[in-house]
């Protein structure tokens, strides 16, 4: 039997310019406001598949970032851009201006905290990427990035155990929707005050460390994720090279 993402995938291949101009406005509107959490399901599904098609992927930027670590690229920026509201046309703006001006690398990203006051789980979210990416003729890589998945220090001095599983599985749905950047964010634990600056970032590092690992074990055969990190919070202490290192 045919499943509902192979026939929406083999309508993508069939006639790519109806799909695109007719078709996939009505597929990220079923993966958003579909009440039928099967059905909702389905059509992020398809429009991943239907994605692919059109040669669009989710990807991760370690290469590249590593390439300019190397001297081997560079002369440009890349930008973050942290979509939240009216996703999708957000989205589909950003993929014209790209278009438009031939810009080939920038990051679409939402933050843990965003994920909550937007009510944008992951898997809506890549859906909703992705089918701007097709709407507005993009091809090639998207890179969707998991941005500040910030420990709650509150939460973590109560107790670190359930906060720190609340960020392991943030990040395996986040993975799973495609998300290969994944930001981490425990720079809320530094402790500014103690004895020098390993002990401050004592608690941050180790994390850090923690879920890196937790990332390479779950990360997709033959994809690097490219992982960040926070040495400290914006707008309260000037964070120095020591810190970094």
């Known amino acids: 039997m045919t499943s509902f993402e192979d026939s929406i995938a083999a309508d993508a291949r069939r006639d790519p310019e109806t799909f695109r101009t007719m078709h996939v406005d009505a597929l990220v509107h079923w993966a958003v406001f579909e009440k039928d959490a099967k059905k909702r399901d389905e059509a992020r ?10 040669g669009i992927l989710p990807a991760s930027i370690h290469d590249l970032y590593m390439a300019i670590g190397h001297g081997e690229s560079g002369g440009f920026t890349v930008p973050a851009i942290n979509v939240r509201m009216l996703a999708y046309d957000t989205a589909r703006a950003i993929f014209r201006a790209a278009k438009k001006h031939d810009v080939g690398t920038f990051i679409l990203e939402i933050a843990r905290s965003e994920m909550g006051y937007t009510d944008q789980r992951p898997a809506e979210y890549a859906a909703v990427i992705l089918g701007a990416a097709i709407r507005e003729g993009h091809t090639g890589p998207v890179f969707l990035q ?28 986040s993975l799973a929707a495609g998300f290969y950047n994944i930001d981490i964010d425990t720079s809320t634990l530094v402790e500014l005050g103690k004895a020098n600056v390993t002990e401050e970032q004592r608690k941050n590092f180790e994390n850090a460390a923690h879920f890196t690992a937790h990332i390479r074990t779950r990360e997709p055969k033959g994809i690097t994720v490219s992982v960040g990190g926070e040495i400290g919070e914006v707008g309260k202490d000037v964070s120095s090279p020591e810190e970094f290192r």
């Open 146 to 173: 998991g941005d500040h998945f910030q420990v709650n220090a509150r939460k973590y001095a109560a107790d670190p155990k359930p906060e720190l599983e609340a960020i392991g599985l943030l990040i395996d749905e």
């Open 45 to 54: 599904r398809a429009i991943r598949r239907s994605a692919a098609v059109f």
